[in-house]
């Protein structure tokens, strides 16, 4: 017999890879009114809005009297939160209070960029914490340029520890290159262009199959029962040049336009105005998806100089989302009369008087929500114990402990 070999030399093998990564999310919080916050009592708090990092829902809780009873107040407490459910998330944090004098002297905490002795921290369960019951003393807080006109601004970066295994498979290089910028490329070489519009003093010359593919307006207008397929012009007056331009490359791309696309690198409005623009174009041509694309945009927008012409534009394209968010926004106190003192809030009255109804509903709304908090004694909220307490329990109905 020969000798017995255990491997052979000939015999495939194969290998993985473990991966320990985080993904990083990033929220920025800021406290307007924060000696209003003051005297609420130790243990209470206010809160961020949740954001979402790695798949779950953090908050930041910040303490203006601090969370224990013990330190008498000379402590303000931060803390990050799980907000959602899970069992043992592991990540890392990081809190910064910003130097609000332009210095760069931020009060940072953090758990990136340096040695872990145990490793990243563990959140057992939803409600469970991160932070610092005595992040700053508070005398030196009020006294420092960390708060600024009785505002304070933390950062927040939580990275979540993800697990990956990578084998032998082959990867295949996907170019990112696609079907939006091959037509984006068919617009601009102009190749089998069969339609000219003339609008204002430019020309653009479009394919009606693809215009006709996109807009039911383009289809009936080129093939429909009155539409004239041999027709290799169109004047159009009631619509700006870049605005038509900037419809075209949406139509051919489904991706909204950059304004200095548009315009060049000088542009002639804001983006705001553009998206207005161009929302009123997409109403017209029945482009529900840039229409909504458009509203979406608008509404996280909204400002005192913007408002009143976004309000009219939802109100005459039935735009409920717009209309809701603008409405919203005039009827608090702290805007409505700045927003009252502009023209395009003159010109709001005399095309949709009808809105002035709806604005009044909507301020008695507001005023009636803000008076019911005033009169609360709970206006920033409860103890966080308290909210969390069905979290803190177990399926076996035991409680866990904290870690702080």
């Known amino acids: 017999m020969g000798d017995f070999k255990p491997f052979s030399d000939s015999g495939s093998a194969s290998i993985s ?13 800021t406290i307007k009114g924060y000696s209003l916050a003051k005297g609420m009592g130790a243990g209470r708090y206010i809160t961020s809005d ?10 930041i809780y910040f303490y203006p009297d601090g969370k224990n009873q013990e330190d008498n107040s000379i402590y303000v407490s931060v803390f990050i939160a799980l907000a959602s459910e899970g069992t043992d998330i592991r990540a890392l944090f990081k809190l910064t209070l910003i130097d609000q ?3 760069g002297n931020d009060k940072v905490h953090s758990h990136f960029d340096r040695p872990l002795a145990s490793g990243p921290y563990t959140l057992k369960y939803r409600g469970s914490m991160w932070g610092y019951k005595r992040f700053f003393k508070r005398t030196s807080l009020e006294n420092s340029e960390y708060l600024k006109d009785d505002c304070l601004v933390m950062h ?6 993800r697990t990956r295994v990578e084998g032998t498979k082959k990867n295949v290089i996907i170019l990112q290159h696609g079907m939006g910028e091959d037509f984006k490329g068919l617009l601009e070489s102009e190749v089998g262009c069969d339609i000219v519009f003339k609008v204002g003093n430019e020309s653009f010359k479009a394919h009606k199959l693809i215009l006709a593919a996109r807009s039911p307006v383009f289809r009936a207008q080129f093939f429909g029962l009155v539409g004239d397929t041999s027709r290799d012009e169109v004047v159009l007056e009631d619509i700006e040049p870049f605005i038509f331009k900037a419809m075209l490359l949406y139509i051919y791309t489904d991706k ?14 804001s983006q705001t105005v553009m998206l207005q623009h161009l929302l009123v174009a997409a109403d017209l041509y029945n482009l529900d998806r840039l229409k909504m694309l458009c509203e979406s945009i608008l509404c996280e927008e909204i400002n005192t100089n913007t408002v009143a012409t ?26 409505l009369g700045v927003v009252m003192q502009s023209e395009a809030f003159v010109h709001l009255k005399e095309s949709c008087p009808s809105m002035l109804s709806e604005l009044l509903e909507a301020f008695a709304l507001v005023d009636d929500t803000l008076s019911k908090k005033r009169s609360s004694s709970n206006v920033y909220g409860q103890d966080v114990t308290d909210e969390m307490a069905e979290a803190s329990i177990n399926p076996s109905g035991r409680h866990f402990k904290r870690r702080m």
């Open 17 to 29: 890879l473990s991966i320990s990564e985080t993904v990083n999310g990033s929220h920025h919080f």
């Open 50 to 59: 949740t954001f979402s990092v790695g798949g779950y829902d953090w908050a």
């Open 101 to 103: 004098s332009g210095k």
């Open 156 to 161: 927040c970066t939580v990275g979540v520890v």
């Open 256 to 269: 909204l336009p950059d304004i200095h696309e548009v315009m060049g690198s000088i542009p002639m409005c």
């Open 310 to 335: 976004s309000l009219a534009l939802a109100e005459q394209h039935h735009c409920p989302q717009l209309k809701a968010s603008c409405l919203k926004f005039v009827a608090h106190p702290a805007n």
